[in-house]
Nanobody, 119 residues
């Protein structure tokens, strides 16, 4: 069973930047970042395939501010978050999953890393 370990979450001021990392225990084709704020449903923020930037897709709320990337040699995925807003505060989860006709379905999750954005 795949193991996913996130890191990088912390307190940051609004307008600041943060990079999250997710280390996987094995090579994976499709991976993603989701987030869940208190009282809200978990939402997919971005996903990527082993094809790199060609296989990326973002939620409208983060387009132009967040960049997902990966280092296949290290089995590691990243989420660069710029121009952070208070509404970006959440627990961010790394996932592995499958793509079916372009839609990403996560089926394994990391433990999450907390991102707090102060206004």
């Amino acid at each position: 069973q795949v193991q996913l370990v996130e890191s990088g979450g912390r307190l940051v001021q609004a307008g600041g930047s943060l990079r999250l990392s997710c280390a996987a225990s094995q090579p994976l084709y499709a991976m993603g970042w989701s987030r869940q704020a208190p009282g809200k449903q978990r939402e997919l923020v971005a996903r990527i395939t082993s094809c790199g930037s060609i296989g990326t897709k973002y939620a409208d709320s983060v387009k132009g501010r967040f960049t997902i990337s990966r280092d296949n040699a290290k089995n590691t995925m990243y989420l660069q978050m710029n121009s952070l807003k208070p509404e970006d505060a959440a627990v961010y989860y790394c996932s592995a999953g499958i793509l079916i006709q372009g839609t990403y379905y996560p089926n394994a999750w990391g433990q999450g890393t907390q991102v707090t954005v102060s206004s």
